[in-house]
């Protein structure tokens, strides 16, 4: 079984300042990895995903990710955040047709 | 826009009484799947539909069950809620295809309260 550690539970930063959420995920298969955001009371919504080729993965608002197999990693980063930044951030990887997902990483962006 | 809907929003219920969560979707994806999220929790699988092929996740209770009449549409329905089924409900769908991407698109989920 596929499974995803989230190392940070909760990540407080300044606005403007670089954040990097972390994630490690154990797999023996393909690996097909994602990050979803979840503002309050919303959906999650899908900021990235890693399937195949370059490992450098771009997403929206900013955000990017890097998949490095040799340390099952998938971290997250964002250069400059903003106070819309705040919200729930989860890693998942995939296996037939489910997701697992880690516990999730909260980031509160104050100004 | 193609989207996943859930109705409604915000559902209170009583101990132990009926209710039914709906969700749509005009994605037109083969894999629907219904999710509970307590608190500062992630997401927990309850079930999904490939097609018509429902799939009960094995620590999913009993008092849970779920409907897809068309590829359109799922319920969720609670048979006798607890106070330990309050939660957030999220319905997902998903593609598939040689991808195999597995990538979820989510509805904006429906708050339940049981009184």
């Given at each position: 079984a596929q499974s995803v550690t989230q190392l940070d539970s909760q990540v407080p930063v300044f606005e403007e300042a670089p954040v990097e959420l972390r994630c490690n995920y154990s797999s023996s298969v393909s690996v097909y990895l994602f990050w979803y955001v979840?503002?309050?009371?919303?959906?999650?919504?899908?900021?990235?995903?890693?399937?195949?080729?370059?490992?450098?993965?771009?997403?929206?608002?900013?955000?990017?990710?890097?998949?490095?197999?040799?340390?099952?990693?998938?971290?997250?980063?964002?250069?400059?955040?903003?106070?819309?930044?705040?919200?729930?951030?989860?890693?998942?990887?995939?296996?037939?047709?489910?997701?697992?997902?880690?516990?999730?990483?909260?980031?509160?962006?104050?100004? | 826009d193609a989207m996943v809907i859930q109705n409604p929003r915000y559902q209170v219920t009583q101990f132990?009484?009926?209710?039914?969560?709906?969700?749509?979707?005009?994605?037109?994806?083969?894999?629907?799947?219904?999710?509970?999220?307590?608190?500062?929790?992630?997401?927990?699988?309850?079930?999904?539909?490939?097609d018509k092929d429902f799939n009960n996740e094995a620590d999913t209770p009993d008092n849970f069950q779920s409907r897809r009449p068309n590829t359109s549409f799922c319920f969720l329905d609670i048979r006798s809620p607890g106070l330990g089924d309050a939660a957030m409900y999220l319905c997902a769908t998903s593609p598939t295809g040689t991808s195999g991407s597995y990538e979820q698109f989510f509805g904006p989920g429906t708050r339940l309260t049981v009184l």
């Open positions: 979840q503002y309050p009371n919303q959906g999650l919504q899908l900021l990235l995903k890693y399937l195949s080729g370059s490992t450098l993965v771009k997403g929206i608002n900013g955000f990017e990710a890097e998949f490095n197999k040799s340390q099952t990693s998938f971290h997250l980063r964002k250069p400059s955040v903003h106070i819309s930044d705040t919200a729930e951030y989860f890693c998942a990887v995939g296996d037939d047709y489910k997701l697992s997902f880690g516990a999730g990483t909260t980031v509160t962006v104050r100004a | 132990g009484k009926p209710v039914t969560l709906s969700c749509s979707q005009t994605l037109n994806h083969n894999v629907m799947y219904w999710y509970q999220q307590k608190s500062s929790q992630a997401p927990k699988l309850l079930f999904h539909y490939y």
